[in-house]
Structures are given as structure tokens and as C-alpha cells.
């Protein structure tokens, strides 16, 4: 069980803005890591979309803007295109146990 | 350009060993470590750990300690991940990425499926 919260699925028409929240606490999110957060189409590896809680690698469209405020980060689709049809993790490092990177539960986006 | 090219699909029986690799091209393979990410069938990203191949200094995440062996040759900017005893559980994707602390895993492998089945 990740130690990282997406909500399962969310949608929207074309056009549409939505965001996926990524929910931790005070031994990741909360204390300052850095959140990254991945888009995944089916069948194909998964691929860097924001870093360092808000920043686009060169080639993402600037309709994908992440933020992150205490314990939690976000990440907004504005324009909603039906190629964003895609499931979307949030990464970020764990200081509890024996320290390790975690992936979010991962969310499922639709477009209608 | 950077790739990261890994090997084929595998089909093993348990108990078996078995080694995957990840080919770098495009970089200097020491400037960047390698992590290893676990998908299973249906299931979410799993990180299992990193190895930074200047040294071969390793890091496995808690559920992975033990189970796994991630390796690195300088030489020919390849990083292994090893088995020494599949169970049917180890059956999923694994992909190999590059990372620097603070970028995230910014290149991708584009996956080894591992079957293990009796």
C-alpha cells in the first residue's frame, strides 16, 4: 500500500479542466521532497511530466501544471484532450523506514 | 539522443535465476543513476530501488531488500537487475529510468515483460 493518495479515477469533457491530488504526510510530501508526476498511456512505458513539483521537461504542453501545498501536491490538465486519456502517478521520496522513492496509488484519467 | 534499451521478454518456471538489462546511450552513464520500477499485471508503478553506476552504490526500497540484486557495468553503460529464485509473484513489467535527484526519472526503457510460470 503506497503511502502516497490518488483518487482512483476522474474525468472530464474536452475542454475541461481537472486535477488529481496526491495526498502524503509529514515523511514525504509534508517535509519537503520533491514531487514528480508521470503520465502512462496504455501498453507503453510511463513518462515524466512534471518534476520538482512544477516543472515541465521540454516537449510537455503547458496545458500540465503541477503545485504542492503541506502534505499534498496536485496536478491540473487544463484543455482537456482526449489523448490525456491516460492513468497518472505523483513520485516522491519517503524519509520513513529505511527511506525509499514511492510512487502514488496512480489515477485513471477519462475524457468524456 | 538518450536511450534506454532493455532486453527482451523472459519466460522462466520458479525457482529459476534470472538477469534483465537496461542499455544507456546518449549520456555519460555515470552521471546519472538507474532505477528499477516494477509494474504487475492491471497494478500501479512499484519503485524498487537505484543504483548509481560511478560506484555501484545501491539503495532497494524496503519491499525489495533482499529479494532482488541491482548491478552495473561502467564499461558498456549497462545496469542489471538479477534474481537468484523466481516465485510466480515476480511476474510483471519492469522498467529501468534515469534519474537525478531533484529531476525525477526523466528517460524511460521501454520495459521487459518477466513471465514465471510452472
Known amino acids: 500500500q503506497s503511502v502516497l493518495t490518488q483518487p482512483p479515477s476522474v474525468s472530464g469533457a474536452p475542454g475541461q479542466r481537472v486535477t488529481i491530488s496526491c495526498t502524503g504526510n509529514?515523511?514525504?510530501?509534508?517535509?519537503?521532497?520533491?514531487v514528480h508526476w508521470y503520465q502512462q498511456l496504455p501498453g507503453t512505458a510511463p513518462k515524466l511530466l512534471i518534476y520538482g513539483h512544477t516543472n515541465r521537461p521540454s516537449g510537455v504542453p503547458d496545458r500540465f501544471s503541477g503545485s504542492k501545498s503541506g502534505t499534498s501536491a496536485s496536478l491540473a490538465i487544463s484543455g482537456l484532450q482526449a489523448e490525456d486519456e491516460a492513468d497518472y502517478y505523483c513520485?516522491?521520496?519517503?524519509?520513513?523506514?529505511?527511506?525509499?522513492?514511492?510512487f502514488g496509488t496512480g489515477t485513471k484519467v477519462t475524457v468524456l | 539522443e538518450v536511450q534506454l534499451v532493455q532486453s527482451g521478454a523472459e519466460v522462466k518456471k520458479p525457482g529459476e535465476s534470472l538477469r534483465i538489462s537496461c542499455k544507456s546511450s546518449?549520456?555519460?552513464?555515470?552521471?546519472?543513476?538507474i532505477t528499477w520500477v516494477r509494474q504487475m499485471p492491471g497494478k500501479g508503478l512499484e519503485c524498487m530501488g537505484d543504483?548509481?553506476?560511478?560506484?555501484?552504490?545501491?539503495n532497494y526500497s524496503p519491499s525489495f531488500q533482499g529479494h532482488v540484486t541491482f548491478s552495473a557495468d561502467k564499461s558498456i553503460s549497462t545496469a542489471y537487475l538479477q534474481w537468484s529464485s523466481l516465485k510466480a509473484s515476480d511476474s510483471a513489467m519492469y522498467y529501468c529510468?534515469?534519474?537525478?535527484?531533484?529531476?525525477?526519472?526523466?528517460?524511460w526503457g521501454q520495459g521487459t515483460l518477466v513471465t514465471v510460470s510452472s
Open positions: 513520485q516522491s521520496y519517503d524519509s520513513s523506514l529505511s527511506g525509499s522513492y514511492v
Open positions: 509529514s515523511s514525504n510530501i509534508g517535509a519537503g521532497y520533491d
Open positions: 543504483i548509481d553506476p560511478s560506484d555501484s552504490y545501491t
Open positions: 546518449g549520456y555519460a552513464f555515470t552521471d546519472y543513476s
Open positions: 529510468a534515469r534519474h537525478y535527484d531533484g529531476s525525477g526519472l526523466d528517460f
